[in-house]
């Protein structure tokens, strides 16, 4: 798993490259949380436009974030997920407390790195 980070006054983008699994949940959770903390960001928005999978301690981490932004008034998005992923999310009850775009999606956040 790779990370590219980009911010832009309250908002922490992030684009995330392979596979959110148990084996890189620690180290995901780890840089979310110092990149929040260093930026200052409220609001969190996730490119998975390079995911290929994420299993339930990828949703874990996602969902920890989500609960610490909510606290303080922010927000968490997923842009650009493809339509496995999608079905996970949605299965997984994502889609009622967060947004999350498909790829290709005129709504998707679409980010540049």
Known sequence: MKLDFKSERDRLYVKIHGEIDLSVAADLRQDLDQNLDKKQARHLILDFTEVSFIDSSGLGVI???????????????????????????????????????????????????
């Open 63 to 113: 969902l920890g974030r989500y609960k610490r932004l909510t606290e303080i008034g922010g927000t968490v998005q997923i842009c650009g997920v493809n339509d496995q992923i999608e079905k996970i999310l949605e299965l997984s009850g994502f889609g009622r407390i967060m947004k999350i775009s498909p790829q290709g999606s005129k709504k998707s956040h679409g980010t540049s790195f």
